[in-house]
């Protein structure tokens, strides 16, 4: 599995920017997780939003419900975050993931990950 992650750039505060990751090396990604974690300079890498390919169920760290929408296109095989009201402390590289069991999602261990995206939030 592979993971292309684009979109990311320079904001300012209450501000919006959409992420997408594209993903290739499977016929079908029905069985399998993706979405994203973050990682701010000095912080631990941080779980940030998850959908289930198959079925769309997603999942939201608390810090973005509300503000950040998740979503896949099965046609193209891409997975897209829409931030809208974004804050200086979403300032982050933004990294797309994939697997297919949630237990490596609850671990904060997808098996496949994208390049990052960096996000910067201007106050």
């Known amino acids: 599995v592979q993971l292309q992650a684009s979109g990311g750039g320079l904001v300012q505060a209450g501000g919006f920017l959409r992420l997408s990751c594209a993903a290739s090396g499977r016929t079908t990604f029905s069985s399998y997780r993706m979405g994203w974690f973050r990682q701010a300079p000095g912080k631990e890498r941080e779980f940030v939003a998850r959908?289930?390919?198959?079925?769309?169920?997603?999942s939201y760290a608390d810090s973005v419900k509300g503000r950040f929408t998740i979503s896949r296109d099965g046609a193209k095989n891409t997975v897209d975050l829409q931030m809208n009201s974004l804050k200086p402390e979403d300032t982050a590289i933004y990294y797309c993931?994939?697997?297919?069991?949630?237990?490596?999602?609850?671990?904060?261990?997808?098996?496949?990950w994208g390049q990052g995206t960096q996000v910067t939030v201007s106050s």
């Open positions: 959908i289930l390919w198959n079925g769309g169920a997603t």
């Open positions: 993931a994939a697997d297919p069991e949630l237990s490596a999602w609850i671990r904060g261990r997808p098996a496949y």
